[in-house]
């Protein structure tokens, strides 16, 4: 029994010692090297490119650099619309029949050119006025140099005392009130001379047609009458009158866009801004901001912005789309080619050189790009090498 004892003593110990000394050297051997594989393996976010492979041939690796550049833009759709200031509605300047159309709808004018012909009593009435100023006016004028010349007279009776004071008081009044008379009647000769000018009737002529001109160079945009039609005058007291024909100026046009609230701080008048329309796909185009709506749109929390666009060419017409771009003030960021940045899972990635033939997945936050150079504003500083040609090859790795 205490032989047995002692046996079971013996082999408790030597378990013991086999534990602590690491009995089984064979498994001992493996678990070391497998911990030492795990914490040299690179993490989830580390690429490793064996430097034999082709892939490592196709990569290049670019310092990052400083630059000016913007970091805030506004991408707002936009639509061609007539400027307000460069249309012209052309109505009658007195009542009449209408004789001739001469232009038609989307015809090119000139500035003075005869838009349409009218037969109007009020060219008679004009010229009529204006005969009748004339007379009046040949007899005030005859009323004053006889009111002279009595009133000299009267004056050198009245130094020799041949006459009363109260006559020459009357002789002067006489005078006085001739020259008047006179003077109102060269204002209304005056007045309908001018009206004849503007009529462009002659002053001694009846049934002289009138002539309605385009008061500005553009297009015709509407026309609202036909030969024979009546129009009445236009009058000062009412607005009803409508439009003969409408004629636009398309040499520079608008291009209306709504802007966001949150944008609105990067927006200010005279600035310029790109065009892009969908009309000319492959053209950016350079306009100004001409006005800015002085209240927000309260549904769609946008505000009305209006952009003046040359159109020499004649090339943009209304109701065009397109889209209007303004990037804000440049700032001096980390900069990278545009093919350094990819997109992951909907953000801008990067690659990252840590070592020769290890690359680091980042997430970088970019501003608009600018001539095949994209602001870096967060995950990189300058100086940083990051694969700037062939990053698309690491993307699904």
Excluded at 12 to 35: D, H, S
Excluded at 251 to 263: G, N
């Amino acid at each position: 029994m205490a032989v047995r004892m002692r046996s079971i003593a013996s082999a408790l110990l030597l378990v013991g010692v086999c534990i602590v000394t690491g009995c089984g050297r064979g498994e001992g051997k493996g678990a070391p090297g497998e911990n030492s594989a795990a914490s040299s393996s690179p993490g989830p976010d580390i690429i490793v490119v064996p430097p034999d492979s082709p892939q490592s041939k196709q990569l290049r690796v670019g310092p990052v650099e400083l630059a000016e550049m913007p970091t805030d833009e506004v991408v707002a759709p936009g639509r061609v619309a007539i400027d307000p200031n460069r249309i012209s509605r052309v109505l009658p300047p007195v009542g009449g029949r209408i004789l001739k159309v001469l232009v038609k709808f989307g015809d090119h004018v000139e500035q003075g050119q005869t838009l349409l012909s009218m037969d109007s009593p009020d060219g008679d009435a004009a010229v009529s006025a204006h005969l009748q100023a004339e007379s009046a006016e040949r007899q005030t004028k005859a009323a004053l140099q006889k009111a002279d010349v009595d009133l000299r007279r009267a004056t050198d009776l009245y130094e020799y005392k041949a006459i009363a004071e109260k006559d020459l008081l009357q002789a002067q009044n006489d005078q006085a009130a001739a020259t008047s008379n006179y003077e109102i009647a060269q204002a209304v000769r005056e007045q309908t001379r001018r009206k004849l000018q503007l009529l462009e009737l002659k002053p001694s002529e009846f049934r002289q047609p009138i002539l309605v001109r385009a008061p500005i160079r553009g297009h015709v945009l509407e026309v609202n009458v036909a030969p024979a039609e009546y129009r009445a005058a236009i009058s000062f007291h009412t607005d009803t009158t409508a439009p003969l024909m409408s004629i636009v100026d398309l040499s520079t046009v608008w291009v209306s866009s709504d802007v966001p609230e949150s944008f609105i701080r990067l927006i200010h008048i005279g600035e310029p801004v790109t065009i892009s329309l969908v009309a000319f796909p492959d053209e950016v185009f350079t306009g100004r901001v001409a006005r800015i709506g002085g209240v927000l749109d309260a549904q769609t929390r946008t505000l009305k912005v209006h952009v003046e666009l040359p159109n020499p060419r004649g090339r943009f017409r209304p109701e065009m789309f397109g889209s209007v771009r303004h990037a804000g003030a440049p700032q001096k960021v980390p900069v990278l080619p545009l093919d350094a940045i990819i997109q992951e899972y909907g953000r801008s990635t990067v690659f990252a050189e840590r070592a020769p033939g290890q690359y680091e997945r980042r997430p970088v936050t970019v501003g608009p790009p600018v001539r095949e150079r994209v602001p870096v504003l967060t995950g990189v500083q300058t100086g940083d090498r990051v694969v700037v040609d062939g990053a698309v090859l690491l993307k699904d790795r």
